[in-house]
């Protein structure tokens, strides 16, 4: 899959997530999604939220797709992850796996771990 081709509900994720614009980024989700982050689950879209106000949107994430695949039931985007955060002892650049399971258009399930591959 090119990144071209990322479906659409990740390409609204994108670019919520740079613009920034919270409201339409929560939108993205099914109303019982899952996120799993540095190890920590957030279920609901209450529960998103609070994340994504506070490490997504508080620390001024922007993210830029490098590489995109499909994996069984799953959707891979790898991101330069860029932002305001702590950036000690983290790789530079940052890339990141976002691992997005969609149903009917919404993200049901996205889990984030640290790419560990030299790709970019």
């Known amino acids: ?3 071209i081709q990322i479906p659409t ?5 994108m670019d919520a997530s740079n613009k920034p614009d919270p409201e339409a980024f929560i939108n993205c989700f099914s109303e019982d999604a899952v996120v799993l982050d540095e190890g920590k689950k957030r279920i609901g879209k209450k529960e998103i939220k609070k994340w994504s106000d506070q490490y997504h949107f508080g620390a001024n994430v922007t993210l ?3 590489a995109v695949k499909e994996n069984k039931d799953e959707v891979i985007v790898t991101c330069k992850v860029e932002g305001t955060y702590d950036k000690t002892g983290l790789p530079d650049p940052l890339l990141l796996d976002y ?3 969609i149903v009917d258009d ?3 399930s996205l889990s984030i771990f640290l790419n560990d591959h030299k790709r970019a």
């Open 9 to 13: 509900v990740i390409r609204k994720y």
């Open 1 to 3: 899959m090119e990144i």
């Open 99 to 101: 691992h997005f399971r």
């Open 106 to 108: 919404k993200i049901v």
């Open 64 to 66: 830029e797709p490098k």
